[in-house]
């Protein structure tokens, strides 16, 4: 019987051990950080940085309509409009593997590692050296097309998402994505970022306010976010005291039948 008792008991604070509690589930605590609140929230992103395999969305306007129709396609092959998002894929300019794009007339820009901000002076600064007059009054403007991430592992909703937002930070590309579920762990979630070199692996803690001076908590195009399942879950324990208590009962009425079934044996 003391047996039992002592299996009882490792059961029972095994499984109350194993409750989730809101210390994991709660985004951005306090923990002991006062008096500098206000200057995480002001932190800003530095620029992002294009990449190989960014598309680019890039647009030419003049006075003139006629004069820059060449830059900018209505249409691509297949059919579909520059501004929807299929069309992005064919009609925008992808960034090579030696970082370049074809750009019509001017021929291959090179972009890899410039800002957004200086690619649109470069290429404005290159169009009026070969083709345009100061006159003409050109304008460029330049945007990633669309901010795409992949979000995987214990989340509502896996998949591979496009935001078209300049910036977003982890929590809303999660948000998007349905959230992480109770059984996931918020505490160590990783962020993989693409690199010239290749790709590197990063851990952010998102129940800590500190996370939002962490140079991941704004992500960048091509991010995979993989949030890992809590040790409790492999355990097998509720997620609530309800379904613990659950648990123990179960536990409790196969340790009693067997003590009972053995003792009369």
Same mark, same amino acid.
């Given at each position: 019987?003391?047996?039992? *008792? ?11 051990? &194993? ?37 680019? !969305? ?10 820059? !129709? ?22 925008? *300019? ?22 957004? &901000? ?16 100061? &006159? ?21 909703? &896996? ?56 140079? *991941? ?17 492999? %355990? ?13 009962? !179960? ?13 009369? %044996?």
């Amino acid at each position: 019987m003391k047996r039992c *008792f002592l299996v009882v008991l490792l059961a029972v604070s095994t499984v109350f051990v &194993s409750c989730i509690t809101n210390k994991d589930v709660v985004y951005l605590q306090d923990k002991g950080v006062r008096g500098i609140d206000s200057l995480l929230i002001k932190e800003l992103p530095k620029p992002y940085r294009v990449q190989v395999n960014d598309i680019l !969305s890039i647009n030419v306007k003049a006075l003139d309509p006629e004069l820059v !129709s060449i830059f900018n396609p209505i249409e691509t092959n297949n059919g579909l409009s520059q501004g929807g998002v299929g069309g992005l894929y064919f009609s925008g *300019f992808t960034v090579d593997l030696h970082g370049n794009i074809e750009f019509p007339v001017l021929g291959k820009i090179n972009v890899l590692g410039f800002t957004i &901000s200086e690619i649109r002076d470069k290429v404005e600064k290159e169009l009026l050296k070969q083709y345009f007059k100061t &006159s003409a009054e050109i304008f460029v403007t330049v945007k990633l097309a669309g901010l795409k991430y992949t979000v995987t592992g214990e989340v509502s909703g &896996s998949g591979v998402y496009t935001l078209f937002q300049d910036r977003v930070n982890i929590i809303e590309a999660l948000a998007n994505a349905g959230d992480i579920a109770e059984t996931g762990d918020r505490k160590d979630v990783l962020v993989i970022r693409q690199y010239p070199d290749g790709q590197k692996i990063h851990h952010i803690d998102l129940t800590d306010i500190k996370a939002m001076k962490s140079p *991941f908590y704004f992500i960048q195009p091509n991010d995979i976010i993989l949030v890992k399942p809590l040790k409790r879950k492999a %355990l097998g324990a509720g997620q609530t005291a309800i379904q613990n208590i659950t648990t123990i009962s !179960s536990i409790l009425s196969v340790l009693v039948s067997t003590y009972f079934l053995t003792r009369n %044996l």
